[in-house]
């Protein structure tokens, strides 16, 4: 019955942000804004669930490392580490969504998005690696 729970729980951390953008009430980012050529800034709309869903890691990888230093079993080890992997997927594909739905949206319904498009695609095969 405890592995159930933990499915359970499991299930509802990874589950999706909602976001919506203020200006067009569709899934995204707040604001899209780039202060100079180098340096581009977004407001997230859930950043204290982002955060938390960060902080939550941290603590799986402070977890993995006493592990490593208890000497303990590879396997169980190895199965944390997927566990970290899978949260931090879950976090690289909420942001992703958000731009998409955010950044991506705007940039395709101001001037085709062209670059817009380009980055998000990039991104995707580096993810995809």
Do not use: F, W
């Amino acid at each position: 019955m405890a592995g159930k729970k933990k499915t359970e729980k499991t299930a509802k951390k990874s589950a999706p942000l909602k976001t919506t953008s203020p200006d067009t009430n569709t899934p995204g980012c707040a604001h899209c804004a780039t202060d100079d050529a180098t340096e581009k800034r977004v407001t997230q709309p859930n950043k204290i669930a982002l955060l938390n869903r960060l902080k939550r890691i941290e603590g799986q990888i402070g977890g993995i490392r006493n592990m490593v230093e208890e000497d303990r079993y590879c396997v169980d080890i190895i199965m944390q580490l997927s566990a970290v992997k899978a949260a931090i997927d879950g976090v690289s594909i909420q942001l992703l969504s958000t731009h998409a739905n955010g950044c991506v949206r705007k940039a395709v319904m101001e001037d085709g998005g062209e670059d817009a498009l380009e980055e998000l695609l990039g991104v995707i095969r580096k993810m995809m690696r």
